[in-house]
């Protein structure tokens, strides 16, 4: 095998795995981080957003890009509305207490797979890429006639996993923003540092929380429209992208959105290339090794903040 071809492919195949899971990720980091709730059920919001995805594109003929272009327009927002809606009739009602929220969401969580078997079936269901071109990945080499580049026999990556790690991070670029240069981001993060205070000063917090719990909703179901034609829709896959989701925002720190995607990449890249070049499951075994080291060596995670 060699060495630096399947290395650039690796972290190509790497940057994909982490741009599905920043955005993932992100919507976890960002709803504990505001309402202070471990949402259980976030990796449902991901397997709705993928079966959404190939319910939308099945609607519409013609071209692949319209159908998926009205997925990426419509999933998030449908997933996000019944988060918005679950927060605000279960969530609100047990008043955020950490020990029946977590309940809850597991019981959310339950609602939603099985409510997507019984309206879906259990069949895993793809969806066609808008486009889709093989990208032969070219490599400098050294000669006696001086550097000159070659294309190793078989190793390419398509065109679709280049627009997945462009357009997760315009999306993250984006979320930057809106939080830091907009007034729904001061009221997020004015309801972040201290709900009681947000609210005595008017901010209408329990507003916020829902639509906190609908943005990190409707991110899980976005991430999962950029995947589901590279990995097919079904009503059991959320369990692995909130198990990653868990690992990365513990990494990263609780709440802290640079933490989550400086981890998602750290994850990403490490499975990617640890994938090529051993296994898949070695590459699982190391990130819950990472996991333990962080909470041995610091608890609250590369860019959390020690609790006092």
């Known amino acids: 095998m060699e060495f630096g071809p399947h290395l650039l492919l690796a ?15 992100m919507g976890l980091s960002l709803v504990f981080g505001v309402m202070r709730v471990v949402n259980v059920a976030h990796g449902e919001a991901f397997m709705l957003g993928a079966v ?4 939308v594109t099945g609607l519409v003929a013609g071209h692949p890009a319209v159908g998926f272009v009205l997925a990426a327009l419509t999933a998030p ?29 597991i019981g959310l969580l339950y609602i ?31 000669t006696e006639e001086g550097w000159t580049w070659f294309y190793p026999w078989g190793l390419s990556i398509t065109s679709y996993k280049l627009f997945v790690i462009a357009a997760a991070a315009a999306i993250l670029v984006a979320i930057w923003l809106v939080i830091t240069r907009t007034r729904a981001g001061l009221l997020m993060r004015a309801t ?31 991430g999962a429209v950029l ?40 994850i990403g890249l490490s499975d990617g290339i640890i994938s090529v070049f051993f296994s898949p499951t070695l590459a699982k075994i190391i990130a819950t090794l990472l996991v333990a080291m962080v909470l041995v060596f610091r608890p609250q995670g590369l860019l959390g903040k020690a609790q006092t």
């Open 77 to 105: 927002l449908i997933v996000g509305a019944l988060a918005a809606a679950s927060d605000r009739l279960v969530l609100k009602r047990l008043n955020y207490d950490p020990d029946r929220t977590i309940v809850a969401t």
């Open 52 to 55: 959404l995805a190939w319910w």
């Open 227 to 266: 995947v589901v034609p590279i990995q097919q829709a079904h009503y059991l896959m959320g369990g692995e992208p909130l198990l990653l989701s868990f690992i990365v925002v513990i990494i990263g720190g609780l709440g802290s959105l640079p933490g989550t995607v400086i981890a998602a990449l750290l």
């Open 192 to 222: 972040q540092q201290d709900s009681e205070t947000a609210q005595a000063f008017g901010i209408p917090v329990g507003t916020v929380y829902s639509v906190v719990f609908g943005i990190g909703a409707a991110l899980a179901a976005l």
């Open 11 to 25: 972290v190509l195949e790497g940057l994909v795995t982490a741009s599905i899971l920043s955005l993932t990720a």
């Open 112 to 142: 939603a797979q099985q409510t997507t078997l019984m309206t879906f079936g259990p069949d895993a269901r793809p969806v066609e890429p808008p486009f889709n071109q093989r990208i032969a990945l070219p490599w400098l080499e050294r």
